[in-house]
Nanobody, 117 residues
Framework: VQLQASGGGLVQPGGSLRLSCARSGRISGINRMGWYRQAPGKQRELVAV???????DYADSVKGRFTISTDNAKNTVYLQMNILTPEDMAVYYCNIRGASYRPYDYWGQGTLVTVSS
């Protein structure tokens, strides 16, 4: 199983980006899919998560601005980011967790989001 994240780039403050994370390889028993980010000198933090039960959760700092969604037909999870600020600048990682024969925890390679004028 591989996760390929894309969509990062340079955007001005107040702008928008949509990140994508495409999964290749078959897995079953997915419990949750999420996006994390890590800014320079900071720990990796949860940005948004969605469960197979349909619930979603967001970091307080992104509530109302970011939206996580999935396209099961394309095995892809998205993160729509609006009203971006310099505080959102980080490497964004996608993540899938679940359990089949045993628990698994897959990470994408990260995509850089730069917010600057």
């Amino acid at each position: 199983v591989q996760l390929q994240a894309s969509g990062g780039g340079l955007v001005q403050p107040g702008g928008s980006l949509r990140l994508s994370c495409a999964r290749s390889g078959r897995i079953s028993g997915i419990n949750r899919m999420g996006w994390y980010r890590q800014a320079p000198g900071k720990q990796r933090e949860l940005v948004a998560v969605t469960t197979t039960g349909g619930s979603t959760d967001y970091a307080d700092s992104v509530k109302g601005r970011f939206t996580i969604s999935t396209d099961n037909a394309k095995n892809t999870v998205y993160l729509q980011m609006n009203i971006l600020t310099p505080e959102d600048m980080a490497v964004y990682y996608c993540n899938i967790r679940g359990a089949s024969y045993r628990p698994y925890d897959y990470w994408g390679q990260g995509t850089l989001v730069t917010v600057s004028s």
